[in-house]
Every structure is written in C-alpha cells, then in structure tokens.
C-alpha cells in the first residue's frame, strides 16, 4: 500500500504505557518505520499513571506520526486501552504494547485481512525480540504453546494475546471494551476473546501480522509474571462463569502434560529440558496466583 485512497482504511493504534519511557521510545520508533501510508493511521499513546513524564519521549515523534498522547491515573492496561480506544479515530483498533515493535509491514498485512474479514478480529503472531534471555524465550514458547493449541483452525481462534490484535471499533465499543475489574496485564485479553466470541463474532489467526515482543525477564520476574498470570486466570474463569451461569472450569490436566512436552518438538537453541523445566515453574507460580487471588477474594 503505497498510495493513500478511500479504500485504504484509517487504523488506530492504541498502546498502553507505565513506567517503560525507553520502551515506549523503541516502540514508536519501530511505527514510524511503518510502510502503511502515513495519513491512514494514528497512534494513540495512554500513559497510565507513569511517575515520570512521557511527553518528551512523545514530542521526538510528532514530526514522523500522528500521535497523541493521553494521561489517567494508575488504573490497568484494560481500562488504558479502553481509555485510548474511546479518543480513536480509526475504522479499526490495533493494538500492541510499548515493550513490542511491529514490523514494518503490520498494518498493510492487517488490512489485507480486513478486506476480506472485516467484522472479525485478526490477531497476529508475537516473535520474541531477545532469544538469548533463557526466561524471555520461555515464556515466548508457552504463548506459542497457546496459539497452537487455542487457535489450531486459523478461521475458528479463541485467544489472542492483546499485544498484538486488531478489530473494527464500533464492535469494540458495542461489546463495552475490556474488563476494567481486571487490574493486572493478566487474563484482561483472554476475558474479552472469550466475550467477543460468545456474542457471535469471529477471530481469524494471521502469522504474517507480527509483532516483536522484547520483555527482558529474570528469574524473579518471571516468576512474578505467572503468578500474576494465575491471579489474572482466576478472575478470567470467575467472570466467564458469572456471565455464562456456569461453574469454574480449568484446562484438562492433558493441556498441562503438552505443555511441558511441547519444547522437546520445537527447533529451539536453548536446551529443550531446561526450557520444559521452565514451563514447570510457570505452571507452579501460575498456580500459586490462582489460589492466592481465589483466596484473596473469597476473604474480601
């Protein structure tokens, strides 16, 4: 898509921000790099309670995009986005996270998409950014465990991670947006999928539309970043249970078995062992954030 015309649809790109200003900056950098044409797309930028100002980071780009910049108090990705979502101009919302860099041609692969399916939601695939960070590449293995076991037929999806979706706005909105009872960056994206779906709207998977994902973890964030996975999942299978009048349901302990099988299949550098070792530990925080959350909130 070189040339600008009516067909060419205008797209918003909403990204959440806290506390990451050289995150942000390596972000927007990678969208000024964008081969869409330039008065077809905005950004829009939500700050959400950052101790330090981003408006210097934001200024460098103003020049190359049209960009603005929102502010709210500590709130959550979920209602960040949904803070953005509202300001969009855009006939579809895309969305992507400061610590990720689209490649150059995501928005004309999405497009590409929406001319053929434009009342679905397309969700792309996630590449990890730092294949030498151990944590990083695990945690990029269990994602691509859940693409694959969630989204087995491309045209029939049920997850996608919200670093990496997009979908048309007047959808977004009549569905009310995501979950603001979801504060953490955990459960928020798989809780809207599952609502998107169940009120008859469609998720087509496209791995052309991808995303570099640079989350430098350690141990002890890694840790941290599945235990609060598990506290995002209990609030997930509580409220899918509250709105379809059912019962707390899990995955089978088969979808847990896989999981720790799945590296030994993958074409990864890093010893297969260690990362099913790692899978291992994920899985233990992520349970110790289940019961802690289910604990947490029966007490309250």
């Excluded at 502010?71 to 990705?77: A, S, T, V």
Aim: include cysteine; charged fraction near 20%; glycine fraction near 4%.
């Amino acid at each position: 898509m070189n040339n600008s015309n009516k067909s060419t649809p205008f797209i918003s790109i909403v990204i959440p921000t806290y506390n990451r200003p050289e995150r942000l900056a390596d972000c927007l950098e990678s969208l000024s790099n964008l081969e869409y044409p330039a008065d077809r797309f905005e950004l829009v930028v939500v700050d959400d309670g950052s101790k330090m100002s981003l408006e210097p980071v934001v200024e460098r780009f103003k020049e190359r995009l049209e960009i603005t910049l929102l502010k709210q108090e500590n709130q959550g990705p979920a209602t960040a986005r949904n803070t953005g979502a509202k300001l969009a101009k855009g006939d579809f919302l895309a969305f992507t996270d400061d610590d990720c860099k689209p490649a150059p041609d995501w928005l004309d692969k999405l497009a590409a998409r929406f001319a053929t399916a434009p009342e679905c939601m397309i969700g792309g695939k996630t590449l990890n950014a730092l294949s030498n960070n151990l944590y990083s590449t695990t945690s990029q293995v269990l994602i691509d465990y859940l693409y694959n076991y969630y989204n087995l037929d491309s045209k029939r999806s049920n997850f996608f991670a919200s670093n990496n979706f997009a979908l048309p706005s007047d959808r977004f909105q009549a569905l009310g947006g995501f979950d603001t009872t979801f504060p953490l960056a955990a459960g928020e994206d798989r809780e809207f999928c599952d609502r998107w779906l169940q009120y008859g709207n469609k998720m087509v998977y496209a791995p052309e539309v991808q995303v570099y994902h640079a989350h430098k973890l350690t141990l002890s964030s890694y840790w941290r970043q599945h235990f609060f996975y598990g506290r995002g999942a209990f609030c997930f299978h509580q409220v899918r249970a509250k709105r379809a009048h059912t019962e707390i349901k899990v995955e089978p302990i088969s979808f847990y078995l896989n999981l720790l099988k799945y590296p030994l299949s993958q074409q990864i550098p890093q010893p297969k062992l260690l990362l099913s070792g790692l899978l291992f530990v994920s899985q233990v925080a992520s349970t110790a954030g289940f019961f802690w959350e289910r604990t947490h909130q029966t007490s309250n």
